[in-house]
């Protein structure tokens, strides 16, 4: 019971097949192995009654028409593997029992009992082992001695031909299974790789039949996909350019109203209607990625410049825990997450603070770290969300576009990174920006 607690079944495919191909080979050949040796041996012994039976008459029938005094120097010429002969009365023992004892004693006693009387007993011991009594013509007691054998003796190379034809049938399982299983590891890798910029690339149309369907289905999928996101960003961007213009003549119309409050407050609408605008172009984009390649940059040079900018707007943000550490990725895609998060550090908390840390398995931690209410544990995943706000006022100044948070997770997933929000011990918000494959060494 241990044992199966302590079995896995395993998690790929191409695992589960080769393991139940294997299993079955192997337990395939040991069946087959099984009934051929047992057909061997029945036929070997059924062929060795006969000989027995056989030798043993013709045997005793010389030992007979011999003198007395010439029979002990043909008793080595007449022993065999299996069975000797013994001037004298032998050693008394049990009645036969064994089955292959039982077989031998009878073709004894059909060979020879006609002419001469047998009996037979076993001779205590582990193997078998038989002793059959007779007398001669002139009296003189004669003994078979017989240790029965159940087959003949397997050749020296037969277990390593066995391995061998065994470890042919395993690789050819294992070629097998890897030709059949990859291409769905192909199609996986392009499904990983499709991110939001849908430059993923194009899977190869060739192969077995269904292969091919499947690999231009995908290829048709992703082309439908990105052409539907053009689209849509087109519709976007148009509706962006579109709004510009009436939502300018509406403040122009403002600035001449005689009622100051009134266009102040008006105003204001505009200002939020325009800002709302641009982040939902801002997030769409997002959405289709970027188009900015990846480089190497100096993490430090990079953080330190942007909090330099917060700083000299008199924000207060720090930053901390600097490391000599390089990173390969896109730099402004980069810059625009870690100032949404400190955007936001600031907006609920006053201040911001930045540590950065290298991961043991390469990569490195940016943690944006604030002193505000925190939020909900229920709602540290739903605030990515697009347009979800904690604050259910309609007010843009406290609760913001709701914009934010998505437009940085979809840049994180761009940029291959991960995002994640957690509640510090003390208090305050902990947003922490995981960057893979960096470089630790310093910038020459």
């Keep these: 019971m ?8 395993p998690r790929t495919l191409f695992a589960r097949l080769a393991l139940i191909l294997c299993v079955g080979l192997a337990l395939a050949q ?14 070997t012994t059924n062929m060795m009654m006969g000989y027995i039976e056989r030798e043993v008459v013709s045997s005793v029938a010389l030992l007979d028409h ?24 032998g050693i008394a023992g049990s009645p036969v029992d064994a089955q292959l004892s039982e077989r031998v004693a009878q073709s004894i006693a059909d060979g020879v009992g006609k002419a001469y009387p047998v009996t037979a007993n076993t001779i205590p011991g582990k193997p078998e082992h038989l002793q059959a009594h007779l ?3 002139d009296g003189t007691p004669l003994t078979i001695d ?8 397997l050749s020296g190379w037969l277990p390593l031909v066995l391995a061998l034809q065994l470890a042919v049938l395993a690789t050819c ?12 590891h192909q199609l996986a890798q392009a499904a990983d790789t499709l991110g939001p910029d849908l430059k993923a690339a194009r899977l190869p149309e060739n192969g077995p ?23 849509r960003m087109q519709i976007l961007a148009a509706i962006s350019h579109d709004l510009q213009t009436p939502i300018t003549r509406m403040r122009l119309r403002v600035d001449v109203m005689d009622d100051s409050t009134q266009s102040a407050k008006l105003r204001q609408d505009l200002l939020e209607m325009e800002e709302l605008v641009k982040e939902g172009v801002a997030y769409a984009r997002t959405l289709h990625g970027t188009a900015e390649a990846p480089c190497r940059i100096d993490l430090d040079a990079l953080l330190d410049s942007l909090v330099c900018d917060y700083v000299d707007a008199g924000k207060d943000v720090a930053f901390a825990s600097r490391l000599p550490i390089t990173v390969v990725t896109r730099p402004q895609a980069l810059r625009r997450v870690v100032g949404n998060l400190i955007d936001n550090a600031l907006k609920f908390g006053g201040s911001a603070a930045i540590e950065v840390a290298g991961l043991p398995d390469g990569g490195v931690s940016i943690a944006v770290l604030d002193h505000g209410p925190g939020i909900p544990a229920e709602s540290l995943e739903a605030v990515f969300e697009p347009f979800y706000r904690l604050e259910t006022s309609r007010n843009r100044h406290t609760g913001g576009t709701g914009l934010g948070l998505a437009i940085a997770r979809q840049l994180t997933q761009a940029m291959d990174a991960t995002l994640s929000l957690h509640n510090r011990a003390g208090g305050g918000l902990a947003a922490t920006l995981i960057l893979k494959g960096a470089l630790k060494a310093p910038v020459a």
């Excluded at 199966?4 to 079944?9: C, V």
């Excluded at 017989?146 to 003796?153: E, L």
Aim: aromatic share 10%; proline share 7%; charged share 25%.
């Design 2 to 9: 241990k044992l199966l607690r302590r079995w896995h079944w």
């Design 30 to 43: 040991t069946l087959s192995f099984w009934l051929t040796m047992t057909e061997r041996d029945q036929a």
């Design 66 to 89: 011999l003198p007395a005094g010439e029979r002990a120097e043909w008793l080595p010429r007449l022993a065999r593997r299996s069975y000797r002969f013994i001037l004298g009365p």
């Design 135 to 137: 007398k001669l013509s």
């Design 146 to 153: 017989i240790h029965p054998m159940s087959g003949v003796p």
């Design 173 to 184: 399982c294992w070629l097998a299974v890897r030709l059949a299983t990859r291409p769905l």
């Design 209 to 231: 039949s269904e292969v091919a369907r499947a690999a231009r289905a995908f290829n048709a999928m992703q082309d439908r996909i990105a052409t539907y996101t053009a689209e």
